[in-house]
């Protein structure tokens, strides 16, 4: 899943993203990214027992602890912990399970696709919204997306 259409369309259906492994740290990847994301629209559903608040939010000790929906699950843990978690989005109705940049799990990956949920690998969440949704390009970069349609916000 990592064609430019794929990644717009889960990035446009997605509203509520739970991260596992969000970090409390203003200078972790994870923050920095959640940070980004939220200040674009996204709400923002920590997911780390070690912290009861972050950038906000409440945080949850684990998936299946969030009384509300989950559209994409953003996971920022090592890729041996991926298994259970894919689980965890299943059971919690999520419709995307996304692992970060250096996280691939072939095992999670099959289960979830296996239970219909679209699966993302070794990218991550903040990275593609900016290159596919103009992010990058504000700042002089080549975001890559060469296209002749029409981008549109989300």
């Given at each position: 899943?990592?064609?430019?259409?794929?990644?717009?369309?889960?990035?446009?259906?997605?509203?509520?993203?739970?991260?596992?492994?969000?970090?409390?740290?203003?200078?972790?990847?994870?923050?920095?990214?959640?940070?980004?994301?939220?200040?674009?629209?996204?709400?923002?559903?920590?997911?780390?027992?070690?912290?009861?608040?972050?950038?906000?939010?409440?945080?949850?000790?684990?998936?299946?602890?969030?009384?509300?929906?989950?559209?994409?699950?953003?996971?920022?843990?090592?890729?041996?912990?991926?298994?259970?978690?894919?689980?965890?989005?299943?059971?919690?109705?999520?419709?995307?399970?996304?692992?970060?940049?250096?996280?691939?799990?072939?095992?999670?990956?099959?289960?979830?696709?296996?239970?219909?949920?679209?699966?993302?690998?070794?990218?991550?969440?903040?990275?593609?919204?900016?290159?596919?949704?103009?992010?990058?390009n504000w700042l002089g970069v080549?975001?890559?997306?060469?296209?002749?349609?029409?981008?549109?916000?989300?």
């Amino acid at each position: 899943m990592s064609d430019i259409l794929t990644l717009r369309r889960l990035l446009r259906r997605a509203h509520t993203l739970a991260i596992v492994g969000l970090s409390g740290d203003w200078y972790r990847p994870s923050y920095f990214a959640a940070k980004y994301m939220q200040e674009h629209g996204y709400r923002i559903v920590p997911v780390n027992p070690k912290y009861p608040e972050i950038l906000g939010e409440k945080s949850y000790p684990d998936l299946v602890s969030i009384p509300f929906p989950v559209d994409l699950v953003d996971v920022f843990r090592k890729p041996k912990d991926c298994v259970p978690i894919a689980r965890d989005a299943i059971a919690i109705g999520a419709k995307t399970l996304w692992l970060q940049i250096g996280v691939v799990n072939e095992e999670a990956r099959k289960i979830a696709e296996d239970a219909g949920l679209d699966v993302v690998m070794d990218r991550c969440v903040k990275i593609e919204y900016a290159r596919l949704f103009g992010g990058l390009n504000w700042l002089g970069v080549n975001t890559g997306v060469i296209s002749s349609r029409r981008q549109t916000a989300l």
